[in-house]
């Protein structure tokens, strides 16, 4: 006497939408282009406030970046990324020529995107970073263009050492992967890289996903076999040496924006200029 009631109760319930599943989007992005601001032998994440204390480096975005900039002061400074938001400071060592004369930079992106599946926090303000240090040895070398590399704009091959790129049509570019797990307490650490690590693609327990940040450093050269970086010591492989540093000094409400609506929803976000960000309805 039970069976029509049953067969009517599984018919019914067949007929119903199937609730909706819980899950995180990721695998978004949005990049924007910077350039050169300046050279200097500072730096300000390992030796604040000891002007030429450092190797050579190539600085990149914020304009003001010194051995004595503070947070506030960078903050205040103008930036030449492509979104005036981003007053981060980027910094790598300079390339130098078979001469020892340091290599034009045609362009820089910066990417910050994420695994799909995982949801992302933005970076907390202040945060610094080095990546990077050793390319026969990359921190993540099962990434897509390995972590640290050289290669012919963004194609294979991916190698240790800057190379010949002439009869591709590619300029040379040294791609620097920044760790993506961040132990959600310390902004800086005594090697500035104990506080961060590498996610595979989910964070090991005690960390928390961030964006995996990107730098794509395209110079105005198409064979630099045997060029060397100012961070170079005897002995290395020509490049071998290649990192960079972050110091996070973004308008954070921007970039909670952009991870929100970019990174963590799946999107693509290429190109972001101060138009585009208004196009978005940012601050909404």
Known sequence: MRKPLILAVLTVAALLPAAPQAH???????NLQCDLSHRASDDPIVFPSQPGAAHLHDFLGNRSTEADSTRKSMKAAPTNCTLSADT?????PTLLDGNGQPVPIKRVQVYYRSAS?????????NLKIIAGGDTLDPPAPS??????SWACGDTEPYTASPLDCAGTGQYVTAHIHFPDCWDEEHKDSSDHRSHMTFGTPECPQGY???PRLRLHIRYDVSNAEGYTLS???DGMVAGQSL???????WDQRVLRFLVRRCVNAGRSCSSMTDAKLAQMGFPG
């Open 143 to 148: 990434r897509s263009q390995l972590s640290l």
């Open 88 to 92: 981060s400071g980027y910094w790598a």
């Open 231 to 233: 961070s170079d010591m």
């Open 24 to 30: 995180a989007v990721g695998g978004g992005f949005f």
């Open 117 to 125: 599946g995982i949801q992302v926090r933005a970076f907390p303000g």
């Open 208 to 210: 928390v996903a961030v």
């Open 243 to 249: 990192h960079a540093d972050f110091w996070n000094t």
